[in-house]
Structures are given as structure tokens and as C-alpha cells.
Nanobody, 122 residues
Framework: QVQLVESGGGLVQAGGSLRLSCAAS????????MGWFRQAPGKEREFVAS????????NYADSAKGRFTISRDNAKNTVYLQMNSLEPEDTAVYYC???????????????WGQGTQVTVSL
């Protein structure tokens, strides 16, 4: 079955950086778009970034533009989220997901990872 496993979360000070990874198995990774979402306590899951199957096209939420970069390595079945200039408002559980289109809508993604916690302190 499809498995997505996130890693790389942690505690970082405001202004710092983290790189999240999501390792995929059980699917032909290079054929599917990937997305990153996040969910803060008491809030709905929100789109962060997505990338198409080849890595040539990426989309970002306004909150992520200029600070976050999504990328993928199809040889390693892994998608990444490089997060720079982190702010306390970025604190959330971050999830990777895959589906059939690289949309901003979480309901259109089929498989999800278990999430990794990112905490940004002042």
C-alpha cells in the first residue's frame, strides 16, 4: 500500500530554517504530483505547496511564497519542503500528500503521511 513518511520537523527559532522530507513507497512516485499541507491547533488543514510529477511546476500558498521551496527527487522517491525565515505563525503539523492533480484542495489528495511537527519560537 502507499506509504508517505515525513521527517525533518522540530523546534526552531524565528528566522531559522528547516527542511522537511517525505519518503514515498508503494506507488510509482514519479507519476504523481505531491503536496504539502499544514494544520495548526484549532485550525483547518491548509495548503502550503504542490509540485507536479516532474518537478517542473510548483505552486505556493501566499504565506509560503518567497520563503518556502518545494522540490522532489524522483530517483529517491522523496519530496522536500525547504522552509526559510520561519515565523511563529508557521507552527503546525506538516503533512505531505499525493493525488492525481497538484491542487490546493486537501480533499483532492488521496494518500497522506502521518505528519511532522514544526514549532517556531520567538
Amino acid at each position: 500500500q502507499v506509504q508517505l513518511v515525513e521527517s525533518g520537523g522540530g523546534l526552531v527559532q524565528a528566522g531559522g530554517s528547516l527542511r522537511l522530507s517525505c519518503a514515498a513507497s508503494g506507488l510509482t512516485f514519479s507519476s504523481f504530483p505531491m503536496g504539502w499541507f499544514r494544520q495548526a491547533p484549532g485550525k483547518e488543514r491548509e495548503f502550503v505547496a504542490s509540485i507536479n510529477w516532474s518537478g517542473a511546476k510548483a505552486n505556493y500558498a501566499d504565506s509560503a511564497k518567497g520563503r518556502f521551496t518545494i522540490s522532489r527527487d524522483n530517483a529517491k522517491n522523496t519530496v522536500y519542503l525547504q522552509m526559510n525565515s520561519l515565523e511563529p505563525e508557521d507552527t503546525a503539523v506538516y503533512y505531505c500528500a499525493t493525488g492525481f492533480t497538484a491542487t490546493m484542495t486537501p480533499q483532492e489528495y488521496v494518500h497522506w503521511g502521518q505528519g511532522t511537527q514544526v514549532t517556531v519560537s520567538l
